[in-house]
């Protein structure tokens, strides 16, 4: 009985053993499983981090010295900015120097390609193209060395200098080193602007005409009421011409994205060999441009323009403010100096709105026409104002339809246009065919005189006197037109 209990025992023991057992066998799998994903994890992100070469802080650096085929240099470290090391005046672009210190800090190759590799030339890299050396400012140096194409991987060969182990980088972090002399400038651009944000124009020239377009509400009353005519055309006739902005607006298309052209130079002293030192030839554009805070501002830019390149294709030109120095072609020079800005300007000579006029007084062939205009405002529910305004014609007062004819022939007045520059040699007669005089609201003053003359040998045209200054002709056929309805209109 006794042996029987003892077996019973034992047989118990035996299977807890067991089951011990069989839970560590499968404790130890699920652990090995879990440490060879784990691996096999570290493995995949050790391969997308790379393999660390070098990790240079930008603040350590003193200067970077790059030797290659395209251009080689050394770039300093000068009082937190960059530097090239014997010419300051070297237009460095400072952004992709910033792009090789970045890349300096955490310098990584792809993969390892062969350790102590026994001949780098295998690999080009016994007399690399390309080589890189940092200079530390503990007086330590660092130097890269990139070599061929790798045509199976697309990267390029690298070694530390003193070391043969031969690793793979990819193109990207060559191409950060690898860079042409104007690739390491920052060279001068024009600022793009959209035709409509114009703000002004102007020309300074011996070859082409001289004149400017600017804002002139100081110098011209708005006679629109509408602000249509805000700018006027100065230093071409005897007095400034208003300037219609939608014209204005199609003759700015062609300075909105202006090329300066090939770069040739760059230093202060090169000015005098181009003829940049004192040009006499200069285009001036001044465009609004929306601030950070939301606020519009003006900004401005002017190119100057040299002497003409020996073979004659091409002007030297420069921005002010700058030294570089371009080529740009002699054709796109005439385009920007010799600009059209007769089709700029405004083309109605009397476009006043009736709400500014108390009255009209129109003479021709020995008879004056009076047209009154009175304007009474009265205060609508709303808490609006409105106006209405009542007409005589030659003392007569005017219904409401007969007002709305009178708006009319007013319409037909104000419509008439220049079409042309007069002749500096024309000779223009005293008597008018046709004088308009706008009376200001208010005060009855002249606030607007127009008158047409005929010119002598010329019966196609009339010349245009506006406010005693004789600038432009007009068709005569309109103005005809124009005399034969007044003449008609007897309300």
Request: include cysteine.
């Amino acid at each position: 009985m006794a042996s029987s209990k003892k077996k019973k025992k034992n047989m118990v023991t035996l299977l807890s053993l067991f089951a011990v057992l069989l839970l560590l066998i499968v404790a130890y799998m699920a652990a090995t499983k879990w440490k060879d994903a784990q691996k096999e994890k570290d493995e995949e992100q050790g391969a997308d981090e790379g393999i660390l070469l070098a990790a240079v802080e930008t603040s350590e650096i003193a200067a970077i010295h790059i030797a290659d085929d395209l251009y080689s240099c050394t770039i300093e470290a000068k009082e937190n900015t960059w530097v090239m090391q014997g010419d300051e005046e070297f237009p460095l672009d400072k952004t992709v120097v910033d792009t090789m210190a970045e890349r300096l800090k955490d310098f990584r190759a792809t993969r390892l390609v062969l350790p102590d590799a026994q001949d780098l030339s295998e690999y080009g890299l016994l007399e690399p193209v390309l080589s890189v050396k940092v200079q530390k400012k503990d007086g330590t140096q660092l130097t890269i060395c990139l070599g061929d194409n790798s045509s199976a991987d697309g990267g390029y060969y690298v070694c530390i200098g003193g070391a043969s182990d031969v690793y793979l980088v990819e193109a990207g972090t060559r191409d950060c080193f690898y860079l042409s002399q104007t690739e390491l400038m920052s060279l001068d651009t024009v600022p793009s602007f959209s035709a409509e944000s114009a703000a002004g124009l102007k020309v300074t020239s011996g070859e082409y005409p001289s004149f400017t377009i600017k804002d002139s509400t100081q110098d011209l009353k708005d006679l629109t009421a509408m602000a249509l005519y805000t700018m006027a055309l100065y230093d071409v006739y005897e007095k400034p011409v208003r300037i219609d902005l939608t014209n204005f607006a199609a003759l700015m298309e062609n300075y909105t994205a202006i090329s300066l052209g090939e770069f040739v130079a760059y230093h202060a002293a090169d000015a005098a060999d181009y003829g940049l030192l004192t040009p006499s030839d200069a285009l001036t554009v001044w465009y609004a441009k929306t601030g950070s805070d939301g606020a519009e501002e003006t900004e401005e830019f002017t190119i100057y323009f040299g002497r003409k390149s020996e073979d004659g294709s091409g002007v030297y030109v420069r921005l002010e403010g700058s030294n570089q120095i371009f080529l740009m072609p002699v054709e796109t020079q005439e385009s920007l100096l010799a600009a059209d800005v007769f089709s700029a300007i405004s083309k109605y000579t009397q476009m006043v709105n009736i709400t500014m006029i108390s009255g009209l007084n129109a003479a021709y062939d020995k008879t004056t026409r009076v047209f009154g205009v009175t304007h009474e405002a009265a205060e609508e529910g709303s808490g609006t104002t409105a106006t209405t305004d009542y007409f005589t014609v030659d003392g007569k007062s005017l219904n409401e339809e007969e007002g709305d004819a009178f708006r009319d022939i007013y319409q037909a007045i104000i419509a008439l246009r220049l079409t042309k520059e007069l002749p500096a040699d024309a000779q223009v007669g005293t008597d008018a065919v046709l004088a308009l005089t706008f009376l200001e609201d208010g005060t009855g003053k002249e606030m607007h005189v127009v008158r047409y003359l005929p010119v002598a040998g010329d019966a196609q045209h009339y010349a245009i006197e506006e406010n005693g200054t004789c600038i432009f002709m007009a068709d005569a056929a309109p103005v005809d037109a124009l005399i034969a309805q007044l003449k008609e209109y007897q309300p």
